[in-house]
Each structure stands twice: as C-alpha cells, then as structure tokens.
C-alpha cells in the first residue's frame, strides 16, 4: 500500500481557484474521508490525486514518488465511481478480469485475482451473472471488486453509496469498513454525507469552497470542531448554535447570558474571551436533557432555584419519534429553532412549554469570528 502527500495542492479554472492550497497527510493504510457540501471540491480533489485532472499547483506524492505529471495507470491507484462503470454485456467474471485483460495479464494470474476479489467480497456464486440479474449492491460490489483485482496502492472511492437505497447504503457502510480492516489498503472516500464520513473514517477532511477546514478523528470532529461551519456540518441532528454575550470570566468559567440562555456558565480555563464578548455556543442535541415533570412549567429560560440546574425553556413545534430516541424542536425566545435528541419514550408533546436542562462542561464556545474557543 502507500502513503499519500498533498503539498500545497492548487486547481485553478481559468481565473477561478478551485481548490486553495490544500495540505493533507494519509499514511499508509488509512482510510481517509473527504466529506464537505456540494461544490466544496472533494471531487476535484479526488480527481487530481487520481490523475483525471490536472493539478495546477503543488505537490503530490503517492509512496515515495511525486506524481504530479503521471497518468493514472502508473499511479498504483484504483477508482470506483458513483455510477457503478461496469460492463452491461460482459458477465461478472469477465469485468472483474477486465483491466487484466488488457494488461495482458497471464490466464492463471487472472484467474487466481479473480477468485481472490470474489472470495473476498462473498460473489462467487455470482461470477457467471451479468449486470442486469445484479442487485444495485451486488454491482456495487463488482466496480469494487475490479479495484481489488489491481492490487493498488490506494483505492478512490467517489460517492460509491449515493446511488443506493438506505438501508443498502447502511450494509455496504459495513461491508466497505470490513474491506478495509481485511486488506490493511489505504483509502480515499468521497462523500457529502458526515454520517458515512463518521461511520467509515480513520480521519476526516472537512472542506468547504476549496479550502480545509479541518483534519481530525471522526471523534475530535465530533467533540472539539474547529470553526462554526465544522460544528454545524458534522453530527446528526447538527449541533444547535445560539448567539450569547460574555457576562463575566474568572480563572475556571466563562459566564454567558442570552434571551435564549438566561444564564449559563461554562466550566472553562482561560477562554480567551473578555467580558461584552459576543460568543456562539455549541450544544449537541443529544447534550440537551427534559427537566423533571415539576420543573416544566413556563417557556422562559431560567435556572433551577432548588438545586442550581442551568435550564434553556422553549416551546415545542415538532416532535419526531425514532424508536430508540425522539427529536424535539423547540422554538426559543429569540424565535430560534433548537433540537433536542430525547429517550424514546419521552413525554413531550406539540405546543407544550418545556425545559432543557444542558451540559455546560460538553458545550462548544466560538468567538465572532467563527474560530473555536479551546
């Protein structure tokens, strides 16, 4: 396998620059996501590490090699595409075997990687099919498949899934972090969807109009993003973003107020905020918990006088039941929308006034600018 350099990486269109400077490390065997809003330009980037587009400034390098200027067959890479790119006349065996063939390949060589690609990705039975008796993750399966057969360096993968149903996605998620835990492969996936990117990931690239935004665990992501668009792209629901003032700050807490937040204090050693400070804080809905039956009267955010418990109040507008959790949007003083991921079986209802009851030490806090607080 191979480790993956990008240096400076640059595609300019025209007088249009697309992608910014990009700096991004993935060592050898990691499965590296890229993940971002449509026009980000994580398809390009994937493009131009895979040599169907040319890199405009920069440096690329793929092993031990600067790669700039080689087409893709001397690049030890292999790509899947969104459409599955499979051959509809040829059977399954026959385009497994495809980019052997026109190597040149020996019978025996092709035979033996052929067997191996269907062992691993449990097709065997499949190997005399052609596309159309296939299921969409079966021909999912094959364009992975006639990756494996090349025994790349790097696999690209550009929004493999999108094409697939829900639940098809969620077992070819399983199948994909499987592929790479058996081949030890680096990995390079593209996706607009963070749920995939969360799932999937050893790390994560975030970018947003050519630019990264930031490069992390799925888990850093999730709990310590960098900037208000990192904070409000990864984690589903998203995390709740509401405007607040700097009230006070001492050597252990920052202490916010808001018509949302009434008052709310932040277990935080030297913030780097000032008192007058206008902040955004950060809750994760599933940081947010239902005050007791006896708390919830009123929608008016305020503290619990009895035991000090800080509470946000809102009125409910739309009440989402999953089963295992229920989604509660809120509509706050200002007339924000808030979420709140609840137990299942929680009693809430439309139109009622409810308290939440959040986690200050679990709360992001982000300057005007949009950079987080550490």
């Known amino acids: ?34 993940v971002g809003p449509s026009g980000c330009g994580k398809s390009t980037l994937l493009r131009m590490i895979a040599g169907l587009e040319d890199i405009s400034g920069g440096t690329l390098t793929i092993g031990e090699r600067v790669v700039n200027d ?6 030890s890479i292999a790509m899947v595409f969104q ?24 019978k025996a060589e092709k035979d033996a990687k052929v067997a191996e690609a269907a062992r691993i990705l449990k097709m065997e039975h499949l190997l005399e099919r052609r596309p159309s008796q296939l299921s969409g993750g079966q021909r999912q399966r094959v364009a992975i498949g ?11 993968f550009d929004e493999p899934l999108s094409n697939l149903d829900a639940a098809l996605r969620v077992d070819m998620r399983m199948e994909l972090a499987k592929l790479h835990a058996d081949l030890g492969a680096t990995m390079i996936y593209v996706t607009h969807d963070q749920v995939e990117a969360m799932t999937l990931a050893d790390k994560i690239v975030v970018l947003d109009a050519g630019v990264v935004q930031q490069i992390g665990s799925p888990l850093d992501l999730y709990h310590r993003p960098a900037n208000l668009f990192v904070a409000g792209f990864i984690g589903s629901p998203k995390m709740n973003l509401l405007k607040a003032r700097v009230e006070g700050v001492d050597a252990t807490s920052v202490k916010l107020a808001s ?25 994760r809905p599933h940081h947010l918990a239902t005050a007791s039956r006896e708390q919830r009267v009123g929608s008016q955010p305020t503290g619990d006088q009895r035991t ?33 991921a609840l137990p299942g079986d929680v009693d809430v209802s439309i139109g009622e006034a409810l308290r939440l009851a959040p986690q200050p030490e679990r709360a992001s806090l982000f300057l005007s600018s949009g950079a987080a607080v550490n």
Do not use: W
């Open 308 to 340: 000090g418990e800080q509470q946000i109040g809102g009125t409910v507008k739309l009440v989402e039941r999953l089963g295992n959790e229920t989604l509660a949007a809120l509509t706050l003083a200002s007339g924000q929308q808030l979420i709140a």
């Open 146 to 156: 006639r990756a494996i057969v090349r025994h790349p360096g790097v696999f690209l």
């Open 83 to 106: 459409s599955y790119a499979i051959f509809p006349h040829m059977t399954v065996r026959e385009n497994l075997a495809f980019g052997l063939t026109i190597a040149k390949a020996p």
């Open 70 to 75: 080689l087409p893709p067959k001397d690049r």
């Open 1 to 34: 396998m191979a480790r993956v350099s990008l240096d400076g990486i640059r595609k300019v269109y025209g007088s249009t620059e697309v992608i910014k400077g990009v700096d991004i490390d993935i060592a050898d065997g990691e499965f590296c996501v890229f």
């Open 259 to 283: 018509a949302d937040l009434g008052t709310l204090v932040l277990p935080r050693a030297n913030a780097g905020v000032s008192r007058g400070d206008e902040v955004t804080v950060g809750l």
